[in-house]
């Protein structure tokens, strides 16, 4: 559980944290592959030909994030939020206009590097680096975010296209960023540079303070990259492709958009009880274990074409989701430091953009070239079997 009397003492930091994940939203595979269909009909695209679109939007992002993230470690957070709420806006209204697969492509790429890559990133460093005793819950708190887009945008999304132009839902999108996420961030951090300068006064704290360097000349780091990488690339490549799954498993979309709702749940109860494990027995101890959730889900997805697979796989997806967030949420800053958590979680957030940039065209390609969802779902839960036992090695 979490304490009241903690969401009191921090309430506006947390609530910032919350705000910047749930705009994120935006910027999400989630959100954007509900108007798949539309997009792939309006400019005669194939699932592999937007995969590879939305791929190049994607990867490029996960290029500009490793210099564009340690902007955190050098601005005053306000300023660095508010422009990353900018940016996203500016993707949104961006797709809403797009009239050729390059201009979809752009807006993608404006959509996934604000919104994906740096306001995750924002909510994310600055639960880490302004708590210490308290960060697993920290980060548990923001990350409630992310539940809250993914169970109320998909069935608002499908509720607003039966009558709704696509487009004309994108503008609406970039309307709830301007007039309501970027006030009431600048209003949340009221007060913030007090807090900051507090922390610059008192130094590094109980752990090391290494630099992005010194990170990437240890071994154990790249021995966790797999593990990292795991959940982004596959959540994304499945949950991208979710027309496709649904019509090969014979589910309604109305189906698929509900089950978001047990995601958001599984994500939640999983966020909350991992952030509390993370305080009590440290990040380091738990990275072997986090992909367990996503390995039930994939076997899950794998074993049946029954209308129960799609709630229950979307349940542990959830709970993998929120189980990942609460462990690499904290671990960069418990084993490296804050004091250039900006970098090195840039550098860790790119790998996982990349990573996501990646799966829609593999999948894509594997989807027209008739591999079936069983067969990629248990490759995926093997490949995150095999990635646990390196990260037990560190």
């Known amino acids: 559980m979490i304490p009241i009397a903690f969401v009191r003492a921090h309430g506006r930091l947390l609530g910032f944290g919350l705000v910047m994940a749930l705009s994120s939203s935006f910027g999400q595979t989630f959100f954007i592959s509900l108007f798949g269909g539309e997009m792939r009909a309006a400019f005669g695209l194939s699932h592999g030909e937007f995969g590879a679109l939305y791929s190049l939007g994607t990867l490029a992002s996960a290029a500009l994030l490793v ?9 005053p957070l306000a300023l660095f939020a508010g422009t990353v709420l900018v940016g996203l806006a500016l993707g949104c209204l961006a797709l809403s206009a797009a009239e050729s697969a390059a201009a979809v492509a ?60 696509w487009r004309s839902i994108w503008l609406g999108a970039a309307a709830v960023l301007l007039l309501a996420a970027l006030p009431l961030t600048i209003w949340l951090l009221q007060g913030h540079g ?3 300068a507090a922390l610059k006064a008192a130094g590094p704290g109980r752990g090391r303070d290494a630099t992005l360097g010194q990170a990437l000349r240890e071994g154990r780091f790249w021995l966790r990259i ?12 499945l949950v991208f492709h979710q027309v496709h799954i649904a019509a ?3 589910w309604p979309m109305t189906l698929m958009a509900g089950s978001f709702s047990l995601y958001a749940l599984g994500s939640v109860g999983s966020v909350i009880f991992a952030g509390g494990l993370v305080d009590r027995y440290g990040a380091r101890r738990l990275v072997a274990f986090f992909l367990m959730p996503l390995v039930f889900a994939c076997l899950t997805l794998a074993s049946s074409d029954a209308a129960l697979v ?20 904290t671990l960069w800053a418990e084993l490296y430091g804050v004091t250039h958590l900006g970098a090195i979680r840039a550098f860790a957030q790119a790998a996982m953009v990349f990573s996501t940039g990646l799966a829609p065209a593999c999948l894509g390609i594997l989807i027209d070239a008739g591999v079936g969802v069983e067969a990629i779902a248990l490759g995926c839960a093997l490949y995150c079997i095999g990635a646990s036992a390196l990260a037990a090695r560190t």
């Open 194 to 196: 007090a807090r900051d």
């Open 310 to 329: 799609a709630p229950a796989f979307f349940a542990l997806l959830g709970v993998g989701a929120g189980t990942t967030t609460a462990i690499l949420g």
């Open 248 to 250: 090969a498993k014979g």
């Open 67 to 75: 210099f564009g993230g340690r902007l955190i470690d050098r601005w």
């Open 226 to 237: 797999p593990a990292l990488l795991a959940p982004s690339f596959i959540s994304t490549g």
């Open 106 to 165: 752009l807006a993608v790429f404006g959509l996934r590097f604000f919104g994906q890559g740096l306001s995750s990133h924002a909510s994310l460093t600055a639960m880490a680096r302004y708590f210490e005793r308290e960060r697993g819950r920290a980060v548990a708190i923001a990350s409630l975010g992310y539940p809250m887009g993914e169970a109320v945008l998909p069935p608002l999304v499908v509720a607003l296209m039966v009558g709704v132009p």
